[in-house]
């Protein structure tokens, strides 16, 4: 008996009026198309429409091709929450070109080596960040690399130290240039470096289906209305703002731009620009709650998302009483930022306020564009028992969840196994399925929602000649969620203080990863002679009690 086909693959082939390839980018043409004079951007005294918005990124990328830019360049960014970081994020891959979005916060060696990890063609500085990044070019060994200077009105200081200003270049492109979808979706939109335990930033490589996706997950697992009002305390550099420059878009909601993250201006433009929506680490919901009260007279209703360090509950239950809801968040560069979201059930609307912050406090469940999520054995990968107290490591899968790393296919290796991205992290899972962090596998530390690798701190401790030894772990901090603790061995002989081991630390590396504290003390062993860096974590605990 003959075989037949499946009645369903028979002349119903994917053909151009029935796929198009997932990207974020139609999005900016959708709303830019529906809603032309609606307002896109605010910032001071910068106001755009969403039409003049869009003009503005398909100039970017005609400029970018017209010099040559395309598939498979890095065009890398360092800048603030400001209008035109924002562009990039549309203008770059509409080029065809990777955006590489640089943490504003670290020194020079590390920028000089992500420029030339990433090989970066093009580099858009703000002028806040003039100086630091005049040395990483000097560092990094790109000579044929176009800098390219954002001018701010409204930002004193600074210096030129490009070739041509970004308004210039956005002359140079055409308004209604005819960009071209990516030819697949797996093709890569975006670059973001990650501190790995190694100390090296891994780059992490995303692709237009999963920003897409996550993009628009965004919004399901927000609740965000239409024409959302979009507060900009979240770092855009960090995992491209959680997806959230092409959420807005999505959205059609407005982009209210902030450089400084302090309570005045972020209240006053809650207030004055109606904003919904913001999203930031626990040290930035802190610093609100610990605001004037004066400063809090917005009377409608705000959406805070929080990740990075766990919240502490009286943190949230404070937010939540100065009317701000918050929802809890987790992810990591590698799943494009959030991709589990602590979800509210209705079962629980009658629970007191104490209880309330405690079920928000848990990292939660996967959101819309997450396939797989489980706490299991690190070895086996057999999922372990949903009962709140089973300690595993938090695996994940789905389409967002990172190409891989960079120029690194062995740590790319080690992060996938058996079909889920190993996170390092370590928790549990309740029997309502909700995962809790307990501990990080891997020594990271998490301070204001930015990344420390013990193990590049150590090196530096390590540089000083009077140090023998030297373990760095987190120490809890009620501000920061955590801070490096720094044990130290002096060699023998040798004498060391904590203020000479800050400025000595302050010389060699960006300030927010110099040890708020030192100890110095024998560091506690294994037989073999490994550092217990267990007892120092607990230790670093106890000098908080």
């Known amino acids: 008996m003959a075989e037949h086909s499946n009645i369903y693959e028979l002349g119903l082939d994917r053909n151009p009026a029935n796929f198009v390839q997932l990207t974020p980018l139609s999005f900016i043409e959708r709303t830019a198309s529906v809603y032309p004079d609606l307002q896109a951007v605010s910032y001071g005294e910068v106001r755009r429409s969403w039409a003049e918005t869009y003009a503005r990124t398909r100039r970017l990328a005609s400029a970018l091709v017209g010099r040559g830019i395309g598939k498979g360049d890095t065009v890398s960014v360092v800048a603030a929450n400001i209008p035109e970081m924002f562009e990039a994020h549309f203008g770059v891959p509409m080029s065809g070109a990777v955006l590489n979005t640089i943490n504003t916060r670290l020194d020079a060696e590390a920028i000089a080596f992500i420029l030339d990890h990433a090989e970066a063609k093009v580099l858009l500085v703000d002028p806040e960040f003039s100086e630091v990044v005049d040395r990483a070019v000097k560092i990094a060994h790109r000579p044929e690399m176009l800098v390219v200077d954002i001018e701010d009105p409204s930002f004193e200081g600074g210096s030129r130290i490009g070739r041509l200003t970004y308004e210039d270049l956005l002359a140079e492109g055409d308004p209604d240039f005819a960009w071209s979808l990516p030819g697949s979706e797996w093709d890569a939109i975006s670059l973001n470096y990650t501190s790995g335990t190694t100390g090296d930033p891994k780059g992490v490589v995303y692709h237009h289906r999963g920003a897409a996706l996550n993009a628009m997950s965004n919004i399901m697992t927000w609740g965000m ?9 979240l770092p855009m550099f960090h995992c491209n703002g959680w997806c959230f420059p092409w959420t807005i878009a999505a959205n059609a909601g407005l982009c209210v731009c902030l450089r400084a993250v302090r309570p005045e201006p972020i209240f006053q433009l809650i207030r004055d620009e109606k904003v919904t929506h913001f999203c930031g680490a626990p040290i930035v919901l802190q610093m609100l709650v610990n605001a004037p ?19 502490p509950a009286a943190v949230i239950a404070n937010m939540e009483a100065m009317g701000v809801e918050v929802t809890q968040v987790y992810g990591l560069t590698e799943t494009y930022g959030p991709s589990v979201v602590s979800a509210w059930q209705s079962k629980w609307d009658g629970v007191d306020a104490d209880q309330r912050s405690r079920l928000k406090a848990r990292q939660g469940v996967r959101n819309i564009a997450l396939d797989g999520l489980m706490v299991a054995d690190p070895e086996t990968l057999a999922p372990l028992p949903a009962d709140g107290r089973t300690i595993g490591e938090i695996f994940m899968r789905g389409n967002n969840v990172m190409r891989g790393y960079l120029k690194n296919p062995t740590a790319s290796a080690k992060a996938f196994k058996g079909g889920w991205f190993a996170s390092g992290d370590l928790g549990v899972m309740h029997p309502d399925g909700y995962v809790e962090i307990k501990d990080r596998s891997k020594d990271i530390i998490i301070s204001g929602g930015e990344n420390i690798s013990s193990v590049e701190v150590e090196d530096v401790l390590y540089r000083h000649p009077d140090v023998m030894e030297a373990a760095v772990v987190a120490r809890p901090d009620e501000k920061w969620g955590e801070t490096p603790c720094a044990f130290i061995t002096v060699k023998p002989g040798r004498s060391l203080t904590a203020e000479e081991m800050t400025e000595f630390c302050r010389q060699h590396m960006a300030r927010f990863k110099v040890p708020k504290t030192f100890i110095f003390d024998e560091l506690p062993k294994t037989s073999t002679g490994k550092i217990q860096k267990f007892m120092l974590r607990d230790r670093a605990k106890a000098l908080n009690s």
């Open 225 to 233: 209305g239409q024409h959302s009002h979009y507060l900009w305390t």
């Open 293 to 311: 009260d004066a400063l809090k007279d917005f009377t409608h209703e705000v959406k805070v998302m929080t990740a990075g360090a766990p919240p």
